[in-house]
């Protein structure tokens, strides 16, 4: 797999690291990229030497600017685009991954850069990381889950001003209102997220795997229904 044009795609110690690779454009989200996403997060999904993602992105500036703005105004008509979402639904692959995903976050985090990181478990951003839905600005909504996973996260207050004014918010702000779990300097970030990633993999995979679907499908459940998947989960894995 190595023959991607804006993804990277490497595994080191049951690590299995996917990084955003279109720098100049600082990451901007294009229909390749979300077709290279979609075989990459399915390969390291089935792949037994994996234990846990990494997402993260090169260059200096932007983990994620968003939308390719380029592509946008170049948008395919609306039943090719449809077909399109039905063959290839990355955010539904992305939320339906049962591996463990650690996102490590610097600089730009827009629009499609965060609905990326939302459908991550484990955020970890740098001091630098700013944090934006401008969609608005364009006249559109979310398109890749955002209006559902960020309120979510941090609910619906902060997810709704960040969405309807626009509202930018620096690191600190973002690890206040729980959108990312650290923050730490730039040249910590990747060490960071490694560290984090090491600590999940010496675990029993199998475990690892149920104890986020017990949390990730029990939050869509009555709290009666969680306990009971939390139940099954937990004398499956017995057995
Ligand atoms: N789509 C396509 N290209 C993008 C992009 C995007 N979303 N965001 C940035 N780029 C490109 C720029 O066109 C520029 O390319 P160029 O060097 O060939 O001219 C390059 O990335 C660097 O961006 P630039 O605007 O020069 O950097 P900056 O530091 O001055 O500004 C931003 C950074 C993020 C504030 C600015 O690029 C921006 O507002 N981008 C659009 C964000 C957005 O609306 N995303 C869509 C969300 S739905």
Redesign the pocket.
């Known amino acids: 797999m190595s023959d991607f044009e804006v993804i990277l795609y490497e595994k080191n110690d049951n690590k299995g690291y996917i990084t955003l690779n279109?720098p100049?454009?600082?990451n901007?989200?294009?229909i390749k990229m979300r077709d290279e996403l979609f075989e990459v997060l399915s390969a390291a999904q089935d792949d037994p030497e994996v234990a846990v993602i990494i997402l993260k992105a090169a260059g200096e500036?932007?983990f994620?600017?968003?939308?390719?703005?380029?592509?946008?105004l170049t948008a395919p008509p609306p039943v090719a685009a449809r077909q399109a979402r039905f063959e290839r639904d990355i955010w539904g692959l992305f939320l339906q991954i049962k591996k463990p995903i650690i996102a490590a976050l610097h600089g730009?985090v827009?629009?499609?850069?965060i609905e990326m990181a939302m459908c991550c478990d484990i955020r970890v951003a740098s001091e630098d990381a700013?944090f934006?839905?401008?969609?608005m600005?364009?006249g559109?909504i979310?398109?890749a889950g955002g209006s559902q996973t960020i309120p979510r996260i941090i609910g619906r207050g902060y997810a709704l001003e960040m969405l309807l004014s626009g509202r930018w918010i620096i690191a600190d702000v973002a690890k206040k209102i729980k959108m990312v779990n650290r923050v730490v300097p730039r040249s910590e970030l990747l060490p960071t997220v490694e560290k984090i990633a090491d600590k999940i993999r010496s675990y029993d995979w199998t475990a690892l795997t149920y104890a986020k679907r017990a949390v990730v499908e029990g939050l869509d459940l009555p709290l009666q229904n969680g306990l009971g998947l939390e139940a099954r989960l937990g004398s499956l894995l017995l057995n």
Request: glycine share 16%.
């Open positions: 279109r100049k454009a600082l901007a989200y294009n500036k932007a994620c600017a968003g939308a390719d703005l380029s592509e946008f730009y827009l629009g499609s850069g700013k934006g839905v401008p969609e600005g364009l559109i979310p398109a």
